[in-house]
């Protein structure tokens, strides 16, 4: 089964987004800050990482360096997050993220539609 790691610290949203690719025969795992999404990487295999900018204790920024800096491959990180502004997209792949999504403007099949293209296609 695929699997994604989504660090989003907004219960609600976090539940969304899980309903939208479970509904998909995604297995989804969350975690609520930056800390609990370095060491779910370390220990367990995802296939993507959905990854929040603002969250507390360590912030998406902060995990996409770390990530750099100890030379950990997840094969893909999709950012979400609401700022939207050109800087802090080309930051976040300047750290290795694969792609970007504003939150407010997308729906749960765009989200869907971007997750789709990264993630092994089923039973290979």
Known sequence: MRTVLLAEDETF???FYKKTLESHGVAVSIVSNGEEALQA???QHFDLLLLDLLMPVMD???VLAQLKKDKIRIPVTVVLTNLSQPV???ECKALGAE????KSDSDAEDVWEKVEKYLPHEGG
């Open 13 to 15: 949203v976090a539940g």
């Open 41 to 43: 990487i370390k220990t």
């Open 60 to 62: 998406g920024y902060q």
């Open 88 to 90: 802090t997209k080309e």
């Open 99 to 102: 792609d970007y999504i504003v």
